[in-house]
C-alpha cells in the first residue's frame, strides 16, 4: 500500500512521515509529496519517495499521485488561495485513482464562524463531492502557535490578545500528525473533531510563570488594539485583522471541543499542557 503525504516539508507533515513511520509503515511505501524537492533530502536518506507536487502547477500533481493508494491533503498555507489549490490536488487524486483522501481542516468547519473556516468549509464541500472516499481531520489550534510569543510575554510580563476567558482546546503539532498517520494507516472514513484539553490564556500564562519563575499573566485587549500589536510585530493587515478576529471567536468557544477522537484515534491521552509548555520553553 503506497501513502502520499502532501506539504510533507512542513512542520505537520514531517511529523505525520515521522508517525507513519514509528507506526509501522515501510518508509519505500510513503511519498512527500513535496513543493520543493530539494527541501526533502533528508527524507530521500530515509527512504521515503520523493515526489514534486505543486499546488499551484496541476501537471506536477497527476504524476506525483501515480500509484498512490491513501493520500494526505495538508492544507496549504496561501490563507484566500487555498480552493483552488486544493481542488487541483483532488482532481488529480480522482485522475491518478486515489482510493482514499484524508484532509487537515478546522474544527467544525461546516459551522464555524473562524474566518478562515470557509476555505476548509468550501474544501471538504470539494473532497465529498469527488467520490473518493474521505476523512476530514478538523483540526484544533496548534499548542505552538502560543510558542511565538512567549518571548516577548517573558520580557513584557504579559501575553496579550483578545480571547477574554474563552477556552482554547489546542494540542501540539505532533499528536495531530499521529491522529492523521492513523487515519491513513487505518483508511477509516469520517469527520473527526480533533482538539486536547481546553486552557484559557489566563491558564497559559499561569504555567508559563510556573515553569520558568517569571511572573506572567494575559491581558485582555479591544480587539482592534491587538490587531495594531499583530501589525507592528510583522503581520500583514489583513492576516493580523483575521487572527484577532479568530480571538473573537474564542470567546464563543469556537476553538474549543468536548470530543475525544484525538485521544481515541492516537490511542493515548492528548499531550498535557504543562509538556507542551516545557517543549516550547527549550526551543
Ligand atoms: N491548526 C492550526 O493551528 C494551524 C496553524 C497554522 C496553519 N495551519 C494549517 O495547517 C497546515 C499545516 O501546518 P504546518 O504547521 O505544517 O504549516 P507549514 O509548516 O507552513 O507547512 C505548510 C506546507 O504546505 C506546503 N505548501 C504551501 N504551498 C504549497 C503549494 N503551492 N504546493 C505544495 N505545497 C505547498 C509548504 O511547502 P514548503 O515546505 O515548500 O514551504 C509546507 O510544506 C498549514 O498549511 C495551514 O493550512 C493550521
Known amino acids: 500500500m503506497t501513502i502520499a ?5 512542513g512542520q505537520l507533515g514531517r511529523l505525520v512521515i515521522d508517525a507513519l513511520i514509528s507506526r509501522g509503515a515501510a518508509p519505500g511505501e510513503i511519498v512527500a509529496a513535496v513543493r520543493d524537492t530539494t527541501k526533502a533530502a533528508e527524507l530521500a536518506a530515509r527512504g521515503v519517495q520523493v515526489r514534486e507536487a505543486d499546488y499551484n502547477r496541476p501537471e506536477t500533481l497527476t504524476s506525483a499521485f501515480a500509484g498512490v493508494d491513501r493520500l494526505l491533503l495538508i492544507s496549504g ?19 491518478a485513482g486515489v482510493g482514499f483522501l484524508a484532509y487537515t481542516s478546522i474544527l ?10 470557509p476555505e476548509h468549509k468550501a474544501s471538504e464541500e470539494v473532497i465529498a463531492s469527488s467520490g473518493i472516499p474521505y476523512a476530514f481531520l478538523r483540526n484544533g489550534w496548534y499548542t505552538e502557535n502560543y510558542g511565538a510569543s512567549f518571548g516577548s510575554a517573558l520580557s513584557t510580563g504579559a501575553f496579550v490578545g483578545s480571547s477574554g476567558e474563552g477556552r482554547i482546546a489546542a494540542a501540539t503539532r505532533a499528536d495531530y500528525a499521529e491522529a492523521a498517520a492513523a487515519v491513513l494507516l487505518s483508511g477509516e472514513p469520517g469527520v473527526y473533531e480533533l482538539g486536547g484539553d481546553a486552557f484559557t490564556m489566563a491558564e497559559l500564562a499561569a504555567e508559563v510563570s510556573r515553569q520558568t519563575g517569571t511572573p506572567v499573566v494575559y491581558r485582555d485587549l479591544p480587539v482592534a488594539e491587538y490587531q495594531a500589536i499583530l501589525v507592528s510585530a510583522g503581520l500583514p493587515e489583513g492576516y493580523a485583522g483575521l487572527l484577532a478576529d479568530t480571538d473573537l471567536k474564542i470567546v464563543d468557544g469556537e476553538l474549543d471541543t468536548d470530543s475525544d477522537d484525538l485521544p481515541r484515534l492516537i490511542g493515548r491521552p492528548v499531550t498535557p499542557l504543562p509538556d507542551a509548555v516545557a517543549a516550547l520553553l527549550k526551543n
Open 77 to 95: 498555507n496561501e490563507v484566500g488561495k487555498r480552493l483552488p489549490q486544493h481542488t487541483a490536488v483532488v482532481s488529480a487524486a480522482q485522475a
Open 108 to 117: 467544525r468547519a461546516d459551522t464555524s464562524t473562524v474566518g478562515l473556516a
Open 5 to 9: 503525504v502532501t506539504g510533507a516539508t
